[in-house]
């Protein structure tokens, strides 16, 4: 199941990514592109503000997939 997958990669990686510079909540959810609501399950980060890549610390760049149950990797939504 997609979103209990998702739900597991977020408990397991919810204390580290509030860790990082300008995260402010984490949560499982629809990814959103372009605008739009995917019908994709991920990690939902949710930051003040997005800010450059450039002027983020390696440490503070919100990866773009987490591991999840098995061998997946459950995928993660930046948004404000």
């Known amino acids: 199941d997609p979103v209990l997958a998702a739900l597991s990669a977020q408990e397991e990686n919810q204390e580290q990514l509030l860790q990082k510079?300008?995260?402010?909540?984490?949560?499982?959810?629809?990814?959103?592109?372009?605008?739009?609501?995917?019908?994709?399950?991920?990690v939902q980060v949710v930051v003040d503000r997005k800010l450059p890549l450039g002027s983020l610390a390696a440490a503070d760049?919100?990866?773009?997939?987490?591991?999840?149950?098995g061998r997946t990797t459950i995928g993660t939504d930046v948004r404000c």
């Open 61 to 69: 760049v919100v990866p773009e997939g987490l591991a999840g149950p």
């Open 21 to 42: 510079r300008n995260v402010v909540g984490v949560g499982t959810g629809y990814r959103i592109k372009n605008g739009k609501m995917t019908r994709e399950v991920c």
